[in-house]
């Protein structure tokens, strides 16, 4: 016979998946808003059934992984064909580092990004490479190399074998170590940011040359609605011009050095409204990508209840 306790207690069991849930779904999607329906949707589905049903699932957090990475893969699978639609280039959606952006205080309800964990796997750069595999890989190697889940597991999501799903996630970990940089201190990082934004901010085209890397590309997504670069700028020449041109082209602009997905990153404000953040990927002493995000509803996570604390290496562009 149930106690009057055990509803609450499995409640808050339900509960506590949300964070995990979260993770899971902004790794494999990219996007925020999106991870935060695939969850609603989880809970939905998850409530939907009778009483009798929920009581039957040994592990309602197996049960509720296994509804979030599919609706993810059904996502995803439509994803290409959206983002073949897309105006410009499509960026994942940026992630706050939120105790640097509002200094740590408590400001209403907790922010969708707080419940994501920051670490490698959620940095610009890995997400870029997630983008270029496919959905079935994506999946099993999200759930299995960074989750941590077994390939059983994973093929009761995917709906492949086992052995399929490992062959997967070894395909995607090619990817992952072709593309991956020997990495960079965090604090050499966050001083070639800071050299990269004072170059940009007096217009020097040799000091930003200093910092890029010869083969260097910045990407922007602006999605069609606000103006950014349609195609990525490729070569150290090109990009170091078109940041000393937008410089100039768009003033009275502020940069705050602050942690984006968790490395080293910029934001660009103007009249105290996010315009835009940026994203680096860094190896050695050199920026090899740049990553701008313009499109405002991907800046909604950005869009702090009051001003930011005036910082030190806060200066606007005039």
């Not at 998946?17 to 902004?26: C, S, T, V």
């Not at 979030?68 to 897309?86: F, M, Q």
């Not at 670490?119 to 595999?133: C, N, P, Q």
């Not at 499109?295 to 806060?314: G, M, Q, S, V």
Request: with cysteine; aromatic share 6%.
């Amino acid at each position: 016979m149930s106690t009057p306790s055990e509803p609450a207690d499995d409640l808050d069991a339900i509960t506590r998946e949300r964070r995990q849930l979260i993770n899971l779904a902004y790794r494999l999607l990219g996007s925020l808003a999106e991870a935060e329906d695939v969850v609603q949707e989880t809970y939905a589905r998850w409530y939907a059934q009778s009483a009798e049903q929920r009581d039957a699932i040994a592990s309602p957090g197996g049960w509720l992984t296994t509804v979030a990475g599919r609706i993810c893969l059904d996502l995803l699978r439509s994803a290409r064909a959206r983002r073949e639609r897309y105006v410009g280039e499509w960026i994942p959606e940026p992630l706050p580092g939120r105790t640097e952006w509002v200094g740590g205080a408590s400001a209403g309800p907790a922010d969708p990004a707080d419940r994501v964990t920051l670490d490698e796997s959620v940095t610009m750069a890995f997400l870029v490479v997630l983008e270029s595999m496919t959905p079935a890989e994506r999946v099993a190697f999200v759930l299995h190399d960074v989750f941590r889940y077994s390939f059983a597991e994973v093929a009761e999501i995917v709906g492949r074998t086992p052995a399929a799903c490992r062959r997967l996630a070894s395909s995607a970990r090619r990817r992952v170590r072709a593309e991956r940089p020997p990495a960079t201190p965090a604090a050499r990082r966050a001083e070639v940011v800071r050299a990269f934004r004072r170059a940009w901010e007096d217009q020097d085209i040799d000091g930003l040359l200093g910092v890029l890397a010869p083969d260097a590309t910045a990407t922007g997504d602006g999605g069609g609605l606000v103006p950014a670069a349609l195609h990525p700028v490729e070569g150290a020449e090109r990009v170091a011009r078109f940041f000393a041109e937008r410089a100039r082209a768009v003033p009275g602009v502020s940069l705050l050095e602050c942690a984006v997905n968790g490395q080293p990153g910029l934001v660009a404000r103007k009249d105290g409204v996010t315009v835009s953040v940026l994203a680096f990927d860094i190896a050695g002493d050199r920026i090899q990508h740049v990553w701008a995000v313009l499109n405002p509803d991907k800046l909604r996570p950005w869009t702090a209840d009051r001003p930011a604390p005036p910082r030190p290496h806060e200066r606007t562009r005039r």
